[in-house]
């Protein structure tokens, strides 16, 4: 017993909930699974980006059948998706310089299936092939997935720099964690474009 007539065990115990509770609060455990949910959106992204790039030797397959005097554009849809599938990144080591890096790519990708879309208007031929309105239709879904997985994401980036960097969370990562601020996605003006406007699919 001490002087309070409490044993020492139940004086113990609650200290030990009290810093618990503290803990918590700061964010020792927050940090962590925010930590977590970035990378595992940005899995998500990958995966997406994936999922397009997958679809477009089929896509550029079938054009060839149609438009194969288009060389120069199919040819720039096909370089565009090697250096986009060139480039990783691991949410560990990602720095401002590899996500633009990355963020390029792809939008170098975008870019390319947009002029083929384009191009596409001028054979009503291919248009109608139905291989090719079924790979537009899953280009278009993922373009779509793509955006939706990666606003998740910037809004996983946005929940851990807060944390670590507002008190009093950002203390306990001082003190336990030391992990520094991530770098946010940013979406050029011709993304921003493309993600107000859907690909168009005509049937």
Same mark, same amino acid.
């Given at each position: 017993?001490?002087? =309070?007539?409490?044993?020492?065990?139940?004086?113990?115990?609650?200290? @030990? @909930?009290?810093? +618990?509770?503290?803990? +918590?609060? @700061?964010?020792? *455990?927050?940090?962590?699974?925010?930590? %977590?949910?970035?990378?595992?959106?940005?899995?998500?992204?990958? %995966?997406?980006?994936?999922?397009? +790039?997958?679809?477009?030797?089929?896509?550029? =397959?079938?054009?060839?059948?149609?438009?194969? #005097?288009?060389?120069?554009?199919?040819?720039?849809?096909?370089? +565009?998706?090697?250096?986009?599938?060139?480039?990783?990144?691991?949410?560990?080591?990602?720095?401002?310089?590899?996500?633009?890096?990355?963020?390029?790519? $792809?939008?170098?990708?975008? *870019?390319?299936?947009?002029?083929?879309?384009?191009?596409?208007?001028?054979?009503?031929?291919?248009?109608?092939?139905?291989?090719?309105?079924?790979? $537009?239709? !899953?280009?278009?879904? *993922?373009?779509? /997935?793509?955006?939706?997985? /990666? !606003?998740? #994401?910037?809004?996983?980036?946005?929940?851990? %720099?807060?944390?670590?960097? =507002? &008190? &009093? =969370?950002?203390?306990?990562?001082?003190?336990?964690? #030391?992990? *520094?601020?991530?770098?946010?996605?940013?979406?050029?003006?011709?993304?921003?474009?493309?993600?107000?406007?859907?690909?168009?699919?005509?049937?």
């Amino acid at each position: 017993m001490n002087r =309070s007539g409490l044993p020492r065990r139940a004086v113990m115990f609650m200290t @030990c @909930c009290l810093v +618990a509770g503290v803990l +918590a609060g @700061c964010g020792v *455990s927050a940090i962590p699974k925010a930590k %977590n949910e970035v990378e595992a959106t940005l899995a998500e992204v990958q %995966n997406q980006y994936k999922r397009r +790039a997958d679809l477009i030797p089929n896509l550029v =397959s079938v054009a060839k059948g149609y438009a194969a #005097h288009e060389q120069e554009t199919l040819t720039a849809v096909v370089e +565009a998706r090697n250096k986009a599938t060139a480039v990783n990144l691991d949410p560990a080591k990602m720095s401002a310089d590899q996500l633009a890096e990355y963020q390029k790519a $792809q939008g170098g990708l975008s *870019s390319a299936l947009g002029k083929l879309m384009i191009v596409v208007e001028r054979y009503p031929e291919l248009k109608a092939d139905r291989n090719f309105r079924d790979l $537009q239709a !899953q280009l278009e879904g *993922s373009e779509n /997935r793509i955006t939706v997985a /990666r !606003q998740r #994401h910037i809004e996983a980036i946005k929940e851990f %720099n807060n944390l670590i960097s =507002s &008190p &009093p =969370s950002s203390w306990t990562n001082s003190l336990f964690y #030391h992990y *520094s601020k991530m770098p946010q996605w940013s979406v050029s003006e011709e993304e921003q474009k493309t993600n107000e406007k859907p690909p168009k699919v005509e049937f």
